[in-house]
């Protein structure tokens, strides 16, 4: 493989803008946002530049590697610090950089209020360099690194404004489920070293076709509850809506368009041992369905814009979890609509921030309604991610869900039919929600707080909404025009036969537009006929409460793990204190006591000193008697 | 008879005789200095001595010689190491010496007299501890690398008598001082019966009082086994009360305590590298061939000296008396070292030895550092509280407590963890149990004085820490950069050592 020396300037200029931004402090605070945001564009630059390059070379060449240095030497366990540019992190490192750097832009006029703005950038910054260290790593081991470095970025920007007590509950909340995945890849590791006797994603791939199914399967599972924790997938999904308590770029970048992506790219990387391990593949795959399907119901019910656009993101990654999970035939797919939820989504939660930015940080749509007349390019550029996230043709969603309803019910068996139906009914409800979100804030008759005063973002703000809905109208058709991505990526997945199709592409595109249909009128019936009220009617069916309630998700979670953690924990507690504890007290007194009762051989008397030594000689004398007996 | 000139080999013997050189310079000086000179031109003296005999040994490293002073002396690497080791350790322990004014103002004078007073009044210093201590010294550099029954003896008593004296010479409490060295010397003199009485059974076993001809006959195992067995008991009485092992170590608890703190620092790090250099020797060489009778001897002393001193110093409300215990348990655990008998427990014993030295001086600087109006505060209960009052000098404290326990990250971790291994891998395992188990034991009462100085409320008479002198300072930094430099990256000091430690027969 190449070799490329420039791949560390990458990760090397977000994490010089952060430490710089950190260490300086205070004094930095005048030209911090704008020096982390030259950061991350210089990044971004970085990335086209080796994508010049990338372009240049013949498909096979097209990865590059550099080795950093020599980072773990112990016996035959040998790491290196090394980094891997192929067509798959490429994607990743554009993605990151570029709707990075809208969001930085975005953020100058977003937070320009906040007296730390200089430290949410250093956090940016950051999360960049994690992030980009995650996509690059060319081992298990040095993903982790950034696995854990996102976490890290992720907690301190969710907890950014602290002083609240919720949000630092909230940041603690999305930290501490995501260590639940974080055991996952570790344990995933561990067991690759184990079984394998290498972390490094070539060394495994070399070694998994002769590795027992077993160990691969363990691996994948391990792996897929890493995703599920960073993902927010089934069952460690309940974290990323108190996550919405971030500030709303935040959301927009890491809880949307990135991290929480990067599930899917470790599976989609894994693929050679998914691919050899099918029991962790169908895992994958009913992890996907479920999310998809969950997310998509808790959004119905959300009056909070941001956390309905949080259970949209879960909903959409189950989308792409189902993808990834369907093999070598859906690998590109997943990938395709990463990219262009990241596009819509981020959109859509910038837009949703300048929503917020004109109606004084209100995020109950219930007191929205009419904001088109005041708030036309946040309108227009949220309704393109609308139609996108929705399926529409020519939006880019189109392309690239409709490859995943497809290529799910070609799965094969009741399988198949089962993710298609999933993943079509999933379609209708996005529909539902989505159009629900639309009318309650910019349709309708207004219902705003008495001192809300609407009005448009400033350009840092709506230019990057502008960007990114460009973004979400023409990706989706770019990236599969002449199936260019799914080729581009073509090197790096096991060859593919051709499926048998169980319904023509046309009907599958004809049934996901149907749903769609019919999810758009039920929530125009119900929406749009009617008044809504400013508050959430409580005279519900109780079906609509569980929804409202996350479908019990926090509940299931403390009453199974929570209290019966804490009553562990205390009785583990009260045994430390009264058996260990008090053995340990124990031993000391006595020990105390013997101690005093020896100290009393030492009597001061020069005589008494010189009988233990004569009786030490003559014990000697007698046991070299015994010895030579 | 004719007459054959004397092979002295002077280049071997070098480091000894620069020693008594600066030392009898160091009298003629207490003869014609004036007494106000007298304290500087001795310590400039004293320090150039060690600093030279220290270069000229680093220049005779990897020499090897048996013949030197008519085959009396054996000069190999662990030689080299032991006597570089001893050199360092008193340099960094003349520097308290100097420092330190807790010397008699007069040491004939009668406690309380009128000649005492005056004596005190006039500024007088007794400046003769340092020639004293480089006798001692010359007597420790003999120690190690002598190679026959009567050198040994000679050096026993050249480095014991000065440290007789010097136990007798602290300012306050004098008798309790004096006491000390009485019983120190009493003891001593008892000792070393038994050890010229086991010289003689090993004469009367091998014909031979030259480590050569007695080991050539332990090989051969011709003689008279008891004869051999009860030499082999009594010389090893002579060696482990120097050490101070159980039963033999009743002195030095009360020696600890009496003697001023410098000497104490001295006597506790130098001698017990020297002793057990001479140890190290006799049985990895000489004995080495009995080993089935001593082993067990050895390791009982080793069991019973680790748990005694670990378990006592619990009781000890006198932190000198509590830093004697742990001594006398360090010994024990140096005796795992002895009984290893191969290579790993040579290297491992000699790193332990050093770091140990180093770690025990820097502690009783520490000591020195305590006091209040009347002088060094001993009582552990009035040093409740001084991580408070004095951070760093509780916390170096601290630290060198945490070497002594053998936390990792300081030499005694290195240390402990090298000599147990290799004593586990020679098959004495009830003595690597007991070391362990004792280790536990003395984290014990360790760690309670690190409670005493941060975690406890601080006592009404509390105890000021004065403002070390450039000296103390000087040894105080370097016996903590030392412990820690080994604790972290011991790999340097162990691969240089490895290099030296083969004993020549």
Redesign the interface.
Known sequence: MQINNGLVYLIALPLAGAAILLLAGRRSDKWGHIFATLMSASSFAVGLLQLSQMLARPAEERAVEQKLFEWISVGSFQVDAGLLLDQLSICFVLLITGVGTLIHIYSVAYMSHDKDRRRFFAYLNLFIAAMLLLVLGNSFLNLYVGWEGVGLASYLLIGFWNQKPAYATASKKAFIMNRVGDMGLSFAIMIAFATLGTVSFAGIKEAAPEASTASLTAIGIMLLVAATGKSAQFPLQAWLGDAMAGPTPVSALIHAATMVTAGVYLITRSNFIFDAAPTAQLLVVIVGAITLLFGAIIGTAKDDIKKALAASTMSQIGYMILGAGLGPVGYAFAIMHLITHGFFKAGMFLGAGSVMHGMDDEVNMRKYGNLRKFMPITFVTFGLGYLAILGVPPFAGFYSKDMIIETAFNAGGIKGILLGSAALLGAGITAFYMTRVMILTFTGAPRWDEKALPHESPILMWLPMAILAIGSVTSGFLLSRGDALVHWLEPLFAEHGEHEELLKPIVVTSLALLMVAIGVAIAFLKYSRSEVSRTAPEDVSLLTKIVRRDLLQDDFNEAIFMRPGQALTSTLVKTDEMVIDGAVRGI?SA??S???A??T??T?F?R???A??L???V???A??WV??Q | MTFTAPVLNYTILSPMLIILAGALIGVIIEAFVSKAFRPLVQLILTLGTLLLALVQVFRIRGTESVTAAMGSVIFDGPGFLLQAAILIISIISVFLIADNENFTALAAAIPGSVEEQESIQQGNKVTEVFPLTLFAVAGMLLFPISSDLITLFVALEMLSLPLYLMAGLSRRRRLLSQEAALKYFLLGAFSSAFFLFGAAYLYGYSGDITFAGIRDSVVGGSGNDIFLLIGIAFVSIGLLFKVGAVPFHAWSPDVYQGAPTAVTAFMAAATKVAAFGAMLRIYYTVFANAQWSWTPLLSGIAIITMLFGSFVAIAQRDVKRMLAYSSIAHAGFLLAGVIALNKAGLSASIFYLFAYGVATVGAFAVVTLVRDSAGEVTDLNRWTGLGKRSPWVASVFAFFLLAFAGIPLTSGFIGKFSIFSAAYESGAKAVVIAGVLSSAIAAFFYIRVIVLMFFTDSHEDATTVVIPSVLTRITVIFSFVITVALGVYPAPLIDFINKFATFIR
């Open positions: 000391g020990a105390l013997s101690a005093g020896l100290r051989s030492q001061g020069v008494s000193y010189a233990l030594i009786i030490g000689a014990a000697l004398i046991a070299i010895v030579t």
